[in-house]
């Protein structure tokens, strides 16, 4: 089973700074590290290539810095990953990412199911594995908890909901996105942090994937940020303590009653 995981380096959300002009995260000099929703959707790759053979392929879109990113998921057990680096993606929103994305998975060919994780902690918008799908024409499954059972044909999935969760079946190739609740990632490994320093990692640019340029970068993306900032901590709070939930119930109620009348 061939799978591509697509992942994504991000600001550490310890050292997030914006640029007050751009209205964009300053990525310089700051510590990055893998999305970590996306730690999830490496190391399921992993465990589906070791209980059903195939390879998996770690994908990022990114700087050159975002390299680094890559081989941490080599080092974690992936077999391939591929840069996509090109000045032209710069200030790609989420419809060029997926878009630029898709690009990427149409070159590689052979695959069986793509991961990502369900969102990126530096957006938070769970549109560009939506995305992908919808470019590839793929189906999709999103918030996936459990992969119950998977062959060359089909798979029976978990999806998690507010209520609970769905049983999903699907045709392969598809697009997964997953939660948290899926596994734990492992930590690399001596040999493959070995590895992740000797393995060559491709760059493919725009001219590598033969993109179409009105659907990339800032000219290719319908949305942009206008504006962001932190904002005020405005008004008061109050601890309300109790020796019971009980207790507490009462004191909150006792506080509110006055405001609603």
């Not at 974690?76 to 060029?96: K, N």
């Not at 990126?120 to 992908?132: E, R, W």
């Not at 904002?231 to 119930?249: C, F």
């Amino acid at each position: 089973m061939d799978i591509i995981v697509c992942i994504k380096q991000v600001p550490d959300t310890a050292d997030v700074k914006i640029n007050p002009e751009t209205n964009t995260l300053v990525r310089e000099g700051v510590q990055s590290i893998i999305n970590p929703f996306d730690m999830y959707a490496i190391e399921e790759g992993i465990r589906l290539k070791e209980k059903h053979g195939g390879k998996v392929i770690a994908i990022t879109m990114g700087p050159p810095q975002a390299e680094s990113a890559l081989r941490e998921a080599i080092a974690m057990g992936v077999d391939e990953a591929i840069l996509i680096t090109d000045r032209a993606f710069a200030g790609s929103d989420t419809y060029a990412t997926s878009y630029t994305l898709s690009r990427a998975i149409d070159r590689i060919a052979n695959y069986d199911l793509i991961l990502c994780g369900k969102q990126a902690s530096d957006g938070d918008t769970a549109q560009v594995g939506p995305g992908i799908a919808t470019h590839l024409d793929l189906p999709q499954v999103t918030y996936v908890k459990k992969i119950v059972s998977i062959d060359e044909e089909k798979a029976v999935v978990e999806r998690m909901t507010e209520e609970g969760y769905d049983v999903v079946e699907v045709s392969l190739p598809a697009l997964f996105t997953v939660v948290k609740e899926i596994n734990e990632p492992r930590p690399p490994s001596l040999r493959g942090k070995m590895r992740a320093k000797k393995v060559e990692i491709p760059r493919w640019t725009a001219e590598d994937l033969d993109v179409d340029p009105d659907k990339i970068g800032l000219k290719g993306s319908p949305t942009q940020v206008v504006k962001i900032f932190t904002p005020e901590r405005t008004g008061e709070h109050e601890i309300i303590e109790g020796e019971s939930p009980e207790e507490m119930a009462d004191k909150l109620v006792e506080k509110l009653l006055p405001l609603l009348k």
